[in-house]
């Protein structure tokens, strides 16, 4: 059985091939990351423009790696929410196109489900009940998902995405766009220690987090300094910054998960593609008896490959869309 997946929620137009829903035939990716760099983030309709010129070309691109065609595919899926409308227009009508040009199932993804499903291409099948923190740049939240491969939600940010206050603090620091993959460079270099910034609702009873009272934090200190003539060490502020927003994720996932009676994590979505979320949670899981399936770092941040690996799983549940299928901006995970 192949799929073939197609992602254009945000910023990069991607298309994946999976095969029989556990192994990797194809992931091409075409990054906007160059057109956004200028703006300091994602514009929209620039990014809605760039999916509709690159999105063939990406398609023929995985074709070729997969080395099959279009008639081979079993069905087109497609991230259908949640992301920006613009955006996921482009891919599902593409999709829809295809799947009547070439009589073939339609299949509409959950994006924010396909980040934790995309874990199958390199550990297997998921076995639920587990618990997964997804971490994107638009989404944050603890979810349980069962047995029965539902999503159930335990908690979320209540403000900012952890994605979000990276990308704003890398910009407010004068670093480049997107901003995590630059805070974690940086943050090598520093000292975790250095700045005791705050972790608002560590010790609170939810599973929930705040993460927009860290951003003012790390700016009314860089603010102080800048008006008292002293420079910061900003190794030692990405560091300090980065250290909060690990410590919050790692402590609220692994109670969650500890009260929930969950023995497995995953960890989905761009940022953990972070070094030092992903450390942190290797130890403390291993200290804690509780497993970790962490996927390689290109299949953390968006890409073709988790798409076409839930359309799989739905293709082969026999969940598949009509050619009224429609676009969700803010599709939820769980529900
Ligand atoms: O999942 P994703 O690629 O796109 C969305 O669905 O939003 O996540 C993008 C987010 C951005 O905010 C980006 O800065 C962040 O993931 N990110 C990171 C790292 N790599 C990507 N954040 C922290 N550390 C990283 N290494
Ligand atoms: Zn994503």
Do not use: W
């Amino acid at each position: 059985m192949l799929v073939l997946g197609i992602e254009t929620s945000c910023d990069e137009t991607a298309v994946g091939i999976v095969e029989d829903r556990f192994t990797l035939r194809a992931n091409v990716i075409a990054s906007q990351v160059d057109l956004h760099a200028p703006y300091g983030g994602v514009v929209p309709e620039v990014a809605a423009r760039a999916h509709l010129e690159a999105l063939l070309p990406t398609i023929d691109h995985a074709l070729v790696e997969a080395g099959c065609g279009l008639s081979d595919m079993d069905a087109i899926a497609v991230t259908s929410g949640p992301g920006l409308i613009g955006a996921l227009l482009v891919g599902v009508s593409a999709a829809k196109g295809l799947a009547l040009a070439h009589d073939k199932p339609l299949v509409g993804v959950n994006h924010l489900r396909a980040h934790v499903e995309v874990a199958q291409l390199e550990f297997g099948a998921l076995e639920p009940p587990l618990a997964a923190l997804v971490v994107s740049g638009g989404h944050t939240s603890i979810v349980a998902m069962g047995a029965d491969g539902r999503f159930r939600q335990l908690g979320a940010t209540i403000d900012d995405a952890a994605g979000e206050a990276f990308d704003k603090i890398a910009r407010f620091i004068g670093l480049g766009y997107p901003g995590g993959p630059e805070i974690d460079r940086l943050a090598r270099q520093g000292d975790p220690a250095a700045i005791d910034f705050p972790r608002a609702m560590l010790h609170d009873d939810s599973y929930d987090m705040s993460l927009s009272g860290l951003k003012t934090a790390v700016i009314r200190y860089l603010r102080k300094l800048e008006a008292a003539g002293q420079e910061p060490d900003l190794a030692d502020v990405a560091a300090s910054f980065q250290e909060a927003i690990v410590d919050v994720q790692v402590v609220k996932t692994l109670r969650a998960a500890r009260d929930e009676g969950l023995e497995r994590v995953v960890l989905a979505g761009g940022v953990a593609a972070n070094s030092r979320l992903r450390a942190r949670f290797a130890d403390a899981c291993e200290r804690e008896g509780l497993g970790l399936v962490v996927p390689s770092i290109p299949l953390c941040t968006d890409n073709g490959a988790m798409v076409a690996a839930s359309g799989a799983n739905l293709l082969a549940a026999g969940t598949v869309a009509d050619l009224d299928l429609g676009v969700d901006p803010n599709l939820p995970l769980a529900g």
